[in-house]
């Protein structure tokens, strides 16, 4: 028998069919007879549609149908709220509306039908900020959902008096403004899938690239006024995500269009419909100010957050809880008092990407914290070890923490790897992080031409993650075991549909399951293609898949083993597993059981900068997580590798610019994501397993923690180097450059 599945690094599920490019993606798939499709976009940030014209389109030689509003039985939807249409017939509330369809023979056709389409438009008033829609006198951009453009607001009310009075008998305060920019997935692979009609069953196919087949069937569904069992959605190969993929984008505009002209189309869409025509990471402006006593007791923080959610929804009242809890940071606290808000604007709109929240939360708290810790002249690790949470603290929403809590051994974990060194309960901070980022020898031959404009900086952060969806959203997980052969189990059928979109799902439910089931990793064969297989394995976010799965794997395999022991063949079971139910919060005092479990996670970097071109430099970036139980331990390292990388470009170069709520960087030529030239020098990742007691063989989920707490750390680091704090991301060179001049650097000085 081969060497247990969990625990082992083996290779990942299909990586050899895509190194020889033998899988399939969406874009790669075609029918006999297949149209193509064009949308037009609203190309507008606020207006009124006074006349639409899609006659000239409907004469274009090639051109099948036109498909506007009128043409979508039921025109709306959203994730948690059903406030966008799926073709704009009135209002366009961001210029990624989609306003028309144009089905052709080709997509050149396609496109050249799609821009004879004539709109004449009056133009409404352009909310580009979310301070300036909370005015009382700002336009309604949703008037059908109130008097306000305020999408959400949480509250958080803890302690045993009013928090100014708490205030006055702290003996240092720290404040700050934190702001923190929109973020594009940027993933490979744009939106692209393929519609049509199955003949055997009569069903609506959909195949795409997504994250929750299950929602996505929802949606379709609900857009096309039919039972869900008329809908199948398929999954081939997916090209990367990141929470840009839960939202919808072609899956309701394929399925109507493959319905309407009866025929398979297909749809690609260019890198620029993808910057304009899918959801960003939410911008946030966050207000707060923490107080402790000399000894380095954490007492009382306040917070006011504000979310640009831009035109509709999306996630973004969820992404905004997990931002209102996180923004106090790891800690114990004696009182807390929160205020945050989800804004309307016309912007693109904010969802789901990776963190959910946790990074602009934790930017403001990790930075208040290392703040904190300069002002008491105390180290930050020291400071953070006397106030973490542990098992049984209570949260600012009242609720206890789930046992299992590891925050502190992360934290102490990451600092003795990254050189801290600790006598008695005192801890010193290194020089440097390791010898090889002494040696000098600088990535780029500018950087080396200007030595003696350089400086070196070490910083700390440390975050925590919730596992699971939180407040009380619905979760759940299924999967079905069949048990093949004759006096022993030959193969292994599992059928569980949750995504892998790049972070190696496929790979761990075959391992889980062997696991489980006790047979050799190479017997068990996946199925995961599509919604009619088993019910919903929930969306690739959260970080929850590993663990949702992996109990719902555990108890299938063990209701299919006694099958087998009853001598039933086949053996098969399917078990839906459900987590113990999570709380809202109380609109009022923001009590809550928010979430079932969490991670956690610390980093440590360090870094380089050039005084004269504010060019960053990441030379180490030590990562350490709780993953509880490391499933395939290579997959759990290439999540680290690639969510640092991912979080140095949202805190060094990712900056989304927009202007009257138009996208002004929707290119990969003007909007910067990290080449190998960016990448931090070194990655260290140090993968700690402290088991999760409600997790699967202890398993935590993980993919989402390396990117928390990144960005404080550069702070910290640069802090260290420059004696400047920055509270605003990304750190674009003209940024640093003027905030040199504003300070005593010593190259600006000199200059001077």
Not at 243 to 252: H, L, P, T
Not at 280 to 287: E, G, L, S, V
Not at 320 to 346: K, M
Not at 738 to 743: D, G, I, L, N
Request: net charge negative.
């Amino acid at each position: 028998m081969s060497i247990r599945a969990v625990g082992s690094s083996r290779s990942r599920y299909g990586a050899r069919d895509k190194v020889l490019g033998r899988t399939r993606y969406p874009g790669d798939i075609d029918m006999a007879g297949q149209a193509w499709m064009k949308v037009r976009f609203a190309g507008q940030p606020h207006a009124r549609i006074r006349t639409l014209d899609v006659s000239k389109a409907r004469a274009h030689p090639g051109v099948i149908a036109v498909l506007t509003a009128e043409d979508v039985p039921c025109n709306e939807y959203g994730l948690i709220y059903f406030d966008q249409p799926v073709l704009c017939g009135e209002v366009v509330r961001c210029e990624g509306d989609q306003v028309a369809l144009v089905i052709a023979e080709s997509e050149q056709a396609a496109s050249e039908g799609r821009d004879l389409i004539e709109v004449d438009y009056e133009p409404l008033p352009i909310i580009s900020s979310a301070e300036a829609a909370m005015r009382p006198d700002a336009f309604l951009l949703h008037p059908e959902r109130g008097d306000s453009n305020i999408l959400a607001h949480y509250k958080t009310r803890y302690g045993d008096a009013p928090i100014e009075e708490i205030f006055d008998d702290c003996d240092v305060i720290v404040e700050g403004v934190y702001r923190t920019g929109m973020q594009e997935h940027a993933y490979l692979q744009p939106e692209a899938g393929l519609g049509y009609i199955d003949e055997s069953t009569g069903q609506i196919v959909v195949n795409v690239a997504g994250q929750w087949m299950h929602e996505d069937r929802i949606q379709i569904a609900h857009a096309l006024g039919m039972p869900e069992a008329q809908i199948r959605v398929e999954y081939s190969a997916i090209g990367g995500a990141f929470g840009g993929r839960e939202d919808m984008s072609i899956q309701i505009i394929l399925a109507l269009a493959a319905w309407k002209v009866g025929r398979p189309v297909k749809i690609i869409w260019s890198r620029h419909e993808s910057i304009i025509g899918h959801h960003k990471r939410h911008a946030y402006t966050i207000r707060t100010k923490w107080g402790a006593s000399w000894s380095g007791r954490l007492i009382a923080a306040w917070a006011e957050c504000i979310q640009d959610a831009g035109a509709y929804a999306y996630t973004s009242s969820k992404v905004l809880g997990n931002s209102h809890l996180t923004v106090t940071g790891p800690y114990e606290w004696e009182a807390v008092h929160v205020d945050s808000y989800s804004v309307y604007t016309n912007n693109v709109p904010g969802g789901a990407f990776r963190g959910f929240g946790g990074p602009q939360g934790h930017f403001a708290a990790e930075t208040q914290m290392n703040k904190l810790a300069e002002r008491l002249e105390m180290d930050p690790v020291k400071l953070r070890l006397k106030n973490v949470l542990r098992d049984g603290s209570q949260l600012p929403t009242r609720a206890t923490m789930p046992p299992g809590v590891s925050m502190g051994p992360v934290i102490e974990a990451a600092a003795r790897a990254a050189k801290w060194t600790r006598q008695g309960n005192d801890w010193q901070r290194p020089a440097t992080i390791s010898d090889a980022a002494t040696r000098g020898d600088h990535a780029t031959a500018t950087l080396r031409a200007l030595p003696g404009h350089r400086r070196r900086g070490v910083g700390f952060a440390a975050a925590f993650k919730n596992v699971g969806f939180s407040f009380a959203a619905p979760e759940e997980n299924w999967a079905t075991i069949e048990l093949h052969g004759g006096g022993e189990i030959e193969r292994v059928v599992v059928k569980a549909v949750g995504a892998d979109v790049g972070q190696g799902a496929h790979s761990v439910f075959r391992q889980m399951a062997a696991e489980a089931v006790g047979v050799p990793l190479e017997r068990v064969e996946l199925q995961a293609a599509h919604t009619d297989l088993v019910g919903s394995s929930g969306s690739a976010s959260a970080s929850r898949m590993t663990f949702m799965a992996g109990n719902a794997l555990i108890g299938a395999a063990r209701l299919a083993s006694r099958r087998w022991e009853d001598e039933i063949r086949p053996a098969t079971a399917t078990f839906g597993y459900r987590p113990r139910v999570t709380t809202e919060l109380n609109y009022e005092t923001g009590e809550s059981d928010p979430n079932i479990s969490y991670g956690y996670v610390a980093e440590a970097v360090e870094l380089e900068v050039d005084l004269d071109t504010g060019q960053i430099e990441l030379l180490h970036v030590l990562c350490a997580d709780d993953v509880g139980r490391a499933i395939n331990p290579r997959l759990v390292e290439g999540q680290i590798e690639g969510g640092v990388v991912q979080a140095a470009g949202y805190a060094l170069m990712e900056n989304l610019v927009t202007e009257e709520g138009r996208i002004k960087t929707p290119y990969f030529s003007n909007y910067l994501i990290p080449t190998i030239y960016d990448i931090p020098r070194r990655t260290e990742s140090l993968i700690l397993e402290y088991p999760d007691p409600f997790g699967p063989f202890g398993a935590r989920g993980m993919a989402e923690m390396p990117f928390i707490p990144l960005a404080p750390a550069i702070v910290a680091a640069l802090h260290d180097a420059t004696g400047i704090w920055f509270d605003q991301i990304p750190l674009t060179p003209d940024r640093l450059l003027e905030a040199f001049k504003r300070s005593s650097v010593r190259a600006f000085e000199r200059k001077a």
